[in-house]
């Protein structure tokens, strides 16, 4: 969370990195415990220069003295994978899953020590694509390889990498890249027919649009050549199917780490579980959509606590009504008159409801307003 201003004696807010890459921003961080349900369960916050490691590593602590358990996976994003973290986590006793980082060269030993042919199907189904037909699905295919960490007192232990293809992912970045190259070629075919013309008089001209157009994506597999004819300058453009061809294996290829025994969950388990990070995410992203407060003047650390245990609070409630509407409506989005398939929300609910009205009559009150809303307020109400 953003703290505005500089509030003296704070022990919270400190200048730190957030996680949408803003520097020096004196923040709070505040981190949630999610259930296999999506319920919001559990919160805490922690001063905004701390490393989120050590904030993991005590949270989690915690959690095992509240619950008297201690069968916790905490499943991370990129930034959480470096050596020193890893490391930590591994020694604390803390299983952890994450993708791996593509500097990490997961997929040059694919290249290396795999081929597609060697990849297994893995039996996972999203709930949103669970009511589609099989061949309308997202086909997950992996295999596992052994991946040596180092650790702070010179031993290694071996952790499980495991290479996932996503035909969804792989359907996406091609059409991602093709878009791409559509898009710079029409603007490179502009350039061919102004050849000559006020904005590219000559050669140099054409090479400086150039080095502004092919990067990124259409610089790795566009191929431009400037010459001059006659005065005039030319320019030939084609695409490197090479390029293309070898970028194309890896469409759709990433890799999750982990140290959890084998014994423990297999590769379809590991994806389950990394696909149900997105109930926490998706709590951060409620935080700061729906139940986003307005900005409010605060003067001390209890008022900041105070302030975030509030929306988590709403949370709380938020994620419950969108677990008894999804237990009241097995079917999803369709059964609540949405043109679209999925799960039920509680954003839905909520704008169903909306057009609900108490009106008071001679009978007394009744509420007022489609059929389909006073439906759904009845059985949610009714449903235990």
Known sequence: MAVEGSPEGSALVRFGHSSDGREHLRQVRLG?????????????????ARNETGVVCEAMEALRSALGRDDFLLCGDTTLVSERNLGALHEGGISFLAPLP??????????????????????????????????????????????????????????????????????ACRASRARQLARAEEQLARIQRGLGGRHYPDRTAVERKLAQLLVG????????ETAEQEGKPTLRFWRDEEAIAAAERLDGLYCLITNVPAEQADASTLLAWLKEQERVERCHRLLKGPLRVRPLFVQNDERIVALLAV??????????IEHEVRRAYPDGLAALGEGRRGPATARSVFALLDDLELAHGPGGQQLDGPEQARSLLERLTTTR
């Open 32 to 48: 949630q415990a999610v259930s296999e349900r999506g319920i919001a369960l559990y919160h805490r916050s922690e001063q905004g």
């Open 217 to 224: 994506t259409p610089g790795r597999f566009l191929r431009a």
């Open 102 to 171: 593509s500097h990490w060269g997961y997929r040059q030993r694919y290249l290396a020590e795999l081929s597609p042919e060697q990849l297994s199907p893995l039996a996972y189904v999203s709930a949103r694509q669970a009511c589609l037909p099989e061949d309308e699905r997202a086909r997950y295919r992996g295999c596992e390889l052994p991946w040596p960490l180092a650790l702070g007192d010179g031993r290694t232990v071996l952790l499980r990498a495991l290479l996932v293809h996503s035909s969804e992912e792989e359907a």
């Open 311 to 320: 929306c988590c609070f709403a949370l709380m409630l938020y994620t419950l």
